[in-house]
């Protein structure tokens, strides 16, 4: 009987452990917003809240419709079927409990709708917390779903996100909003600068804003949001890897258990589905990515290393390389992961982007210390991550300050003056139907008719543009 319950007791034990060695993330603030819907929607166990339910965070609505999608195929997923459409400057305000930094992820997609026309008429800026994070985005450069990250560093209680018309006649929209707390050990303080004249090290990293442009899984397949910690979605690097001899380098994949270190990348920072594939290099002259960016901007870019190539430790090291400067001389990954093989570790750069060119290319290749072992693995890298830091006017889209951008954007069109305009263009028809049925019933010829439809429209052109505001 004692044996018995011993075992019992063990078992439990055993599945405490279990459940606690795996228990995921969970952010202090975590609002998940279905814009333009009256109703949630779940999507990967997230419920993306109705953002007219209003707990903890409101959004002006004053000049704001919601927008149902029509003749979307049934394979849309729900939080992208609705939108929410601001004919003014507009703002969603989300009570956060930390000061830190916070991922933001805003979801576009231009649903047709027979009541706004988005792909014609959307054209838009986006600020956060006096950051400016898109400017003149339009549904026009949308061809599909696309999802936009962010992340910004709070000091006070509130994420304000504010939505501009880039004019009058323009609307913005948002079909989704996602504000998370990171964890606390996401973005470090500090990385290596690398330059032309070397390397040095760089403060301060934590309160940049900045825009999450490439997240790539090197070697392995997309992980979606789904199957990540942070909800992120991680793409193959297929399209960007330079396969200048490809009989050098494989694709590794590891089947065992990726051993998460104190020191080393926690499971927030990079999944295993990211830790337990790589490119490998063998006897080569290393592996190189070519990634496009925009120029005036620094980046940080975050790479990812585990080893799980080697079958000893000690073996394995090779020099980093960002747009041909030597970033890290002799990277000793059996050393920086603790003598722990397949333990993950993450080193973060900030670069500018060479000037005149718009390209940023990440390598990975042998160093003097490399002493091939019998599987001649030199070189490797597991994961990607390339974000855009703000540049000096706090902007991550343009040399533009908030201050600039909300000045020259003034708040004047709202939704009574449209409505208005509106109400007249159909008063002012239906006087000239009736005016037209008259003419035909008073017998006029139809010579005649025409000659009238001719004065009267261009007229009515007039008026309408005297009366816009
Ligand atoms: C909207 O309609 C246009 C024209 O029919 C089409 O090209 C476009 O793909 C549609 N957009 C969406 C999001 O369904
Ligand atoms: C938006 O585009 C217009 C015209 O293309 C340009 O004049 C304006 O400077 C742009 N605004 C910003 C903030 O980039
Ligand atoms: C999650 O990951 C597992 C294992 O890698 C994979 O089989 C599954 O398809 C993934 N699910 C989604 C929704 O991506
Ligand atoms: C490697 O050794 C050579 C010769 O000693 C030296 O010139 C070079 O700077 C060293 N470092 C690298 C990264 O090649
Ligand atoms: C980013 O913006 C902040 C102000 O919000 C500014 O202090 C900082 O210098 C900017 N970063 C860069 C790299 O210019």
């Not at 008429?121 to 950051?131: D, E, I, L, P, S």
């Not at 900045?210 to 979605?233: A, C, H, Q, S």
């Not at 570790?345 to 500018?352: E, G, K, L, Q, S």
Request: glycine share 6%; net charge neutral.
């Amino acid at each position: 009987m004692a044996m018995a319950m011993a075992r019992i007791i063990a078992f439990l034990l055993f599945l405490f452990i279990l459940s606690s060695s795996s228990l995921s993330f969970s952010p202090a603030d975590d609002y998940l917003l279905n814009c333009g819907s009256h109703v949630y929607s779940t999507i990967d166990n997230r419920r993306f809240v109705s953002d007219a339910s209003k707990s903890n965070f409101f959004f002006t609505s004053e000049g704001s419709v919601a927008l149902q999608g029509e003749h979307l195929s049934p394979n849309v997923p729900q939080i992208y079927r609705t939108a929410r459409v601001f004919a003014q400057q507009a703002k969603y305000e989300f009570n956060v409990h930390e000061k830190g930094t916070y991922m933001l992820r805003l979801h576009f997609y231009p649903i047709n709708s027979s009541k706004i026309d988005l792909n014609q008429g959307a054209q838009f800026h986006v600020t956060v917390n006096g950051h400016v994070v898109l400017t003149n985005f339009s549904g026009d450069d949308l061809s599909s779903r696309v999802v936009r990250e962010f992340l910004i560093w709070v000091d006070v209680g509130k994420v304000v996100i504010r939505f501009v018309p880039s004019k009058d006649s323009k609307f913005a929209f948002v079909n989704a909003i996602e504000v998370i707390s990171a964890p606390k050990d996401l973005i470090a303080d500090v990385a290596t600068s690398v330059s032309r004249d070397g390397t040095g090290k760089l403060n301060g990293l934590a309160k940049q804003a900045m825009e999450v442009m490439y997240r790539i899984n090197v070697g392995g397949r997309k992980v979606t949001p789904f199957n990540d910690t942070l909800w992120r979605t991680w793409i193959p690097d297929d399209d960007f890897f330079k396969a200048a001899d490809a009989s050098s380098s494989d694709k590794a994949y590891f089947t065992g258990r990726i051993k998460y270190r104190p020191g080393g990348a926690s499971r927030e920072v990079g999944p295993d589905n990211v830790y337990n594939t790589a490119r490998v290099a063998r006897r080569s002259n290393g592996l190189s990515w070519d990634f496009p960016v925009s120029t005036g901007y620094k980046y940080m870019i975050r790479m990812h290393f585990c080893d799980i190539a080697s079958r000893s430790l000690g073996l394995l090291y090779f020099n980093v390389y960002i747009n041909g400067n030597l970033a890290y001389e002799d990277f000793d990954i059996s050393y920086s992961a603790g003598y722990v093989l397949a333990s993950p570790y993450y080193i973060d750069f900030v670069v500018d982007p060479p000037s005149g060119s718009s390209i940023i290319t990440v390598s990975v290749g042998p160093s003097n210390k490399t002493s091939v072992d019998e599987h001649g693995v030199d070189a490797m890298l597991n994961g990607l991550e390339i974000m855009k830091m703000n540049n000096s006017m706090g902007s991550l889209d343009g040399f533009v300050s908030t201050d600039m951008l909300l000045r020259s954007c003034p708040n004047r069109r709202n939704l009574s003056i449209f409505i208005a305009l509106m109400a007249f263009m159909c008063i002012f028809m239906s006087f000239y139907i009736v005016a037209q049925r008259k003419k035909v019933s008073d017998g006029f010829g139809w010579t005649k008719l025409s000659m009238d439809v001719h004065e009267v429209i261009p007229k009515s052109g007039n008026q309408f543009a005297a009366i816009k505001p």
